[in-house]
């Protein structure tokens, strides 16, 4: 590391136009920072932070007009930058395609978070280095915020990956974090109040002429009317019918006849790939994903129905999701889709986030995991969870699977089903009292597997990598053991990300540069574990740049990786759905 005093800011830019990392002051604590566009830069700070890739970097920019070409424009966005930039607010909006920038600055769902920051020191730094540059607090993962150059010298001191420069401005004075705002849409949602206080009035403001409203109204009445009176005839008729075959009334109203409508597939050897509901929402983009599927091996979707916001991502029927609007519609329709997708035979499988629930976490904070200090405990990236031993969190899970069943998908697949791993973890306030935490992650296993028994679906859990090796009561302190999942799911799915290993695995120094030995390893070992239970194995495997450039040798040699262990199929995983043929055999 190299410490340079702020007369030597021309060195720093030049460093930061040469693919460094540099350490430098921002309105709020110190940054870490480096050239947005540039992968290997990127790539870098994730492995010096040991930050997962679910959790994009995000960047600043010198002036709106800049901003421009990296973030959608929308209403919100320019009434947003208007009355705050440059200042301390991060406005999350969809990135524009080609942006140039890498991955892991671009989020899973395609959104991008920017600033237009008034400090002197980053608008040089951004201004001089004519792109975007990435700006994330200068510290480890889980670690707290770094206001003194030499604690961020301390921290990366004795650490493999560390910034190639610090600008040393000394002792920072210590300021609330900047307001992170959704704009993704043209309604803002705060994902954290910061120094910017919004004023939402500020935003909804239009005034409507009271004739166009009663015109309006009155349109409403007369479509609700139809919808009504044909909504019931067809009513009439469907009941007509079940009554039939034996259904009764009772099962109309609390819509367990469509368990009746449906039976499990026949289970198929998976070849897929992870779509947020963004991209499922978009015909185009599905159009395109449908027809890659056609001309490949692949055979396969899975599809974010509740993601890490914990927002449910369709129209949901489910009395808790409306009454507590946790509701954010970006599948419009999701019968359309799925008959679009059975008409191409491709198997369908719905992602269920589970206790990574931020939204669910603040409208019931009974059901949270609590704060030593009060209040809501919240990981690194400020996000809620709620309490893994709450049994009204397992019924609400269960209820959000069982209805995607009903609509047709074929498969239901649990990810973070688990303790929290980041943030102040001394600070959590746990409920399940002597109960060690795989115990009670298994004890939601068995009650997930009952609840779910008779309902015309597969189902399958997303766990650590490193689980696989792990034995006896080893849970990496998460409450994840695949011995207890294979007991209970159809089909476990270990996300064995090679660049997501730590340095010295095996002796590898870069496991990111050795697909296929990471996977076949990790893989054989969870296949081992596997023998005589319920559950077979399916891999979650690379195909984003990170610790490497995943290009098509590397799915490919995943995928043998996956085989040669016996596992039973596998599904890509990009966070930003850029998917090619590379790697991939011809259909």
């Not at 932070?49 to 070409?69: M, N, S, W």
């Not at 140039?100 to 951004?126: C, D, E, P, Q, W």
């Not at 035979?345 to 949270?368: C, T």
């Not at 490193?466 to 009561?473: C, M, N, P």
């Amino acid at each position: 590391m190299q410490i340079l005093k702020e007369c030597y800011l021309s060195q720093a830019v030049a460093s930061l136009l040469e693919g460094k990392v540099l350490v430098f002051p921002t309105e709020t604590s110190y940054g870490l920072g480096c050239d947005a566009t540039s992968q290997k830069s990127v790539d870098k700070i994730f492995k010096m932070k040991g930050r997962g890739d679910d959790k994009p970097l995000l960047i600043v920019v010198p002036t709106i007009d800049v901003a421009r070409k990296y973030l959608e424009w929308n209403d919100a966005v320019d009434r947003l930058a208007k009355a705050h930039w440059p200042g301390a607010l991060t406005i999350v909006g969809m990135a524009k395609p080609n942006s140039g920038l890498a991955n892991g600055v671009i989020s899973k769902f395609g959104t991008v978070a920017v600033r237009v920051s008034a400090n002197n020191v980053v608008k040089f730094l951004s201004e001089s280095l004519g792109k975007a540059l990435v700006a994330t607090s200068a510290n480890i993962s889980g670690a707290g915020d770094v206001y003194n150059s030499s604690e961020a010298q301390a921290m990366f001191s004795e650490k493999v990956f560390q910034p190639d420069i610090i600008l040393d401005y000394g002792q920072l004075e210590k300021r609330p974090p900047t307001t992170i705002v959704d704009a993704t849409k043209d309604k803002i949602k705060i994902l954290r109040q910061g120094q910017v206080k919004i004023k939402f009035r500020e935003f909804f403001s239009i005034k409507i002429k009271p004739w166009i409203a009663w015109m309006v109204i009155g349109i409403g009445a007369i479509l609700f009317s139809i919808l009504f009176l044909t909504q019931y005839v067809l009513a009439m008729a469907e009941t007509e019918s079940m009554s039939a075959v034996g259904l009764f009334q009772a099962d109309l109203i609390s819509g367990n006849h469509l368990v009746n409508t449906r039976y499990k597939r026949a289970p198929i050897k998976v070849k897929g790939l992870y779509l947020t509901a963004y991209s499922a929402g978009g015909e185009k983009k599905m159009d395109s994903i449908i027809k890659l599927i056609n001309e490949t091996e692949l055979n396969a979707v899975v599809i974010d129905l509740k993601d890490y916001s914990g927002k449910v991502l369709y129209d949901s029927k489910i009395p808790l999701v409306d009454n507590l609007k946790l509701q954010d519609i970006r599948i419009k329709n999701v019968e359309k889709l799925l008959a679009k997708l059975d008409e191409n035979n491709i198997y369908k499988i719905a992602r269920i986030s589970v206790f990574q629930d931020p939204i669910l976490a603040e409208k019931k904070p009974q059901w949270s995991i609590k704060s030593k200090q009060g209040g809501l405990w919240r990981d690194k990236n400020h996000l809620a969870w709620v309490d893994p031993a709450n049994p009204e969190v397992w019924k609400y899970v269960i209820s959000v699977a069982k209805e995607a069943g009903r609509m047709g998908f074929d498969e239901i697949n649990f990810d973070y089903i688990r303790f929290p791993t980041d943030g102040r973890m001394s600070d959590i306030v746990y409920t399940n009292g002597n109960s060690k935490r795989y115990e009670v992650v298994a004890k939601f296993f068995k009650f997930l597997s009952k609840e779910m028994e008779d309902e015309p679906v597969f189902i399958s859990a997303d766990l650590f990598g490193l689980t696989t090796e792990k034995k006896g009561e080893d849970d990496m302190q998460i409450g994840q053991r695949l011995s207890d999942a294979v007991l209970y799911f159809d089909y476990v799915m270990p996300m064995v990300y090679p660049s997501h290993y730590p340095s010295g695995y095996r002796g590898y120094k870069n496991p990111a540069n050795y697909p296929y030995e990471v996977v076949y390893q990790s893989m054989k070992a969870g296949v081992k574990q596997a023998e005589g239970k319920k559950a077979k194995l399916r891999s979650w495997i690379q195909a984003f740049n990170l610790g490497a450039v995943y290009d098509g040798a590397k799915i490919k040699s995943q995928i043998k990786a996956t085989d040669d262990a016996g596992a039973d199929g596998w599904v890509l995983w990009n966070a930003a759905n850029r998917y090619t043929s590379a790697g991939l055999e011809k259909e």
